[in-house]
């Protein structure tokens, strides 16, 4: 991994711009924000952006209903049939299973990623599974020895995480932005005292690249994301 690497592009032209191009290949990138702000919406791009390029994705949800995604794609107007369990898989986890759901993803995630040969793989969210841990300490080993099983896998991650109560800046449990290569956070900004909120985009840290260090609006439409690259919400 390093700034000539392949750039693994998100499919946000916006987005892509402020990261340089795309994601460092096989880096590990963590987005993070409150409910519904997108990250959904901005990996489920990512895995099309995948699908578009011959790619295979696997998308290991927590949260969501693997149908709901399916929809959700298909509400976009993607061609999902064609490709789904073929291409894309989506894997609904039940994170109240404790047991079950880490061994998902510490044992069963490195086999499948290598049986289907995935190239893009999308846990969401990550918080869910940190959750598990009840005790501080167990929750930073066990996600750090998770990051170091994914790191040896030949793909590109992405980890959702919601925020922590009382910040828009920090993950739910303060530990994947350091664990993670990059990290776009996404969060409401006031521009002015007098002026709307506006959902708004930022690269905070991206290992081994240049990158944007600005403040970018954005606006989930019906089929895509558009990042403002060229406004400045401050
Ligand atoms: N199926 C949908 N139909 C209409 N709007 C949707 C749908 N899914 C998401 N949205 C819109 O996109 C926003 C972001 O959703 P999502 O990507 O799921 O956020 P997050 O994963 O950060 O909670 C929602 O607040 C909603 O406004
Ligand atoms: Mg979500």
Redesign the pocket.
Known sequence: MTADSPRVRFGIDGLDQMLGGGLLEKSICSII??????????ALHFAHEGLKNGEKVIYISLDEREEMLY??ME?KGWDIEEVRNTSIYVVKLDPTDFTLSINHLKNELPQLIREIGAQRVII??ISLFEGLFTDEATRRKELFRFIEIMRDEACTLIL?SETRENSSYASKYALVEYMADTVIL?RYVRPNKLAEVHPAVEVAKMRGSDHSRGVKPYE?LRDQVQVYFEANVF
């Not at 924000?33 to 901005?42: E, R």
Request: hydrophobic share 15%.
């Open positions: 924000g409150t409910y519904g702000t997108g990250k959904t919406t901005l929809q959700d509400r969401d969210p959702t996404l989930l």
